[in-house]
T-cell receptor
Framework: ETGVTQSPTHLIKTRGQQVTLRCSSQSGHNTVSWYQQALGQGPQFIFQYYREEENGRGNFPPRFSGLQFPNYSSELNVNALELDDSALYLC?????????????FGPGTRLTVL | AQSVTQLGSHVSVSEGALVLLRCNYSSSVPPYLFWYVQYPNQGLQLLLKYTTGATLVKGINGFEAEFKKSETSFHLTKPSAHMSDAAEYFCAVTPSDDAGKSTFGDGTTLTVKP
């Protein structure tokens, strides 16, 4: 059983650029959540996708957008990058959108915005 | 809305000593509660969770936690610390009526001294 994978591992961008992060969910999982983890803080919920539809969104501006594909992999897009967007971005998949389900996390993508 | 407070950003114990990591939460609806562990350069891994039923929950690696509704707490304990327990620990709450919005605490870094 393949776990959650994310690409790329590291990324360096400059302010104002756009970035796309990718996530492959664990086999059999149809729900993907994205989190932003700033240095020294816990993960902050960005949004969740269930069967290709957005199923909840945290307090992030519209320049953070996402997509889920028919195979349940997912993308996180961030436009007009700001310095404060520098963080570890975590993707987590779960069997379905039920609140009691365990989330399986990928290793994250470290984004640095200069 | 919900929130999580982890008391003590750093906890240091000696090998073989009791581990106690504190978590208090607030939630407007019955919560589901989770503890995750994060090792350096890795994603989060579930230690244990409380959904319904027995309030004392046992997890992996000898950890357990007790849900105390009256105290709005979900503290994590382990009777005897091992060097391999050194990591960062996160408490998380998901409202039972909104699967799409998990809230994490800021984490507690556990150091285990030989």
């Amino acid at each position: 059983e393949t776990g959650v994978t994310q690409s790329p591992t590291h990324l360096i961008k400059t302010r104002g650029q756009q970035v796309t992060l990718r996530c492959s969910s664990q086999s059999g999982h149809n729900t993907v959540s994205w989190y932003q983890q700033a240095l020294g803080q816990g993960p902050q919920f960005i949004f969740q996708y269930y069967r290709e539809e957005e199923n909840g969104r945290g307090n992030f501006p519209p320049r953070f957008s996402g997509l889920q594909f028919p195979n349940y992999s997912s993308e996180l897009n961030v436009n007009a990058l700001e310095l404060d967007d520098s963080a570890l971005y975590l993707c987590a998949s779960s069997r379905d959108r039920a609140a009691y389900n365990e989330q399986f996390f990928g290793p994250g993508t470290r984004l640095t915005v200069l | 809305a919900q929130s999580v407070t982890q008391l003590g950003s750093h906890v240091s114990v000696s090998e073989g000593a009791l581990v106690l990591l504190r978590c208090n939460y607030s939630s407007s609806v019955p919560p589901y509660l989770f503890w995750y562990v994060q090792y350096p350069n890795q994603g989060l891994q579930l230690l244990l969770k409380y959904t319904t039923g027995a309030t004392l929950v046992k997890g992996i690696n000898g950890f357990e936690a007790e849900f105390k509704k009256s105290e709005t707490s979900f503290h994590l304990t382990k009777p005897s610390a091992h060097m391999s327990d050194a990591a960062e620990y996160f408490c998380a709450v998901t409202p039972s009526d909104d699967a799409g919005k998990s809230t994490f605490g800021d984490g507690t870094t556990l150091t285990v001294k030989p």
